[in-house]
Nanobody, 115 residues
Framework: VQLVESGGGLVQPGGSLRLSCLAS????????MSWYRQSPGKERELVAS????????NYADSVKGRFTISRDNTKNTVYLQMNSLKPEDTAVYYC?????????WGQGTQVTVSS
């Protein structure tokens, strides 16, 4: 199993970024996927999750209305569209898969929101 995130970077407050997570080594369309984030000194937290078919999604209260999770099962990729970014969104963002009770994480991509 391999999860590779991309799309992070430096953005000004109010800006947007789209993160991508390319999955391989398992049958992507069979499993729900999630995005997590971790800021320095804080625990890793769930940002958003999406069902295997993409018809159900859930969000942390802190990102509702600003972030959108989606997936393309033909490309084995899950996305996180982040709009109206705030400095408190600064974190390393991780993609996660749970496959037969085993957790798999990507290496993470840094998102920094600063003027």
């Amino acid at each position: 199993v391999q999860l590779v995130e991309s799309g992070g970077g430096l953005v000004q407050p109010g800006g947007s970024l789209r993160l991508s997570c390319l999955a391989s080594g398992f049958t992507f369309r069979y499993y729900g996927m999630s995005w997590y984030r971790q800021s320095p000194g804080k625990e890793r937290e769930l940002v958003a999750s999406i069902s295997r078919l993409g018809d159900t999604s859930n969000y942390a209260d802190s990102v509702k209305g600003r972030f959108t999770i989606s997936r393309d099962n033909t490309k084995n990729t899950v996305y996180l569209q982040m709009n109206s970014l705030k400095p408190e969104d600064t974190a390393v963002y991780y993609c996660r898969a749970v496959i037969t009770l085993d957790l798999y994480w990507g290496q993470g991509t840094q998102v920094t929101v600063s003027s």
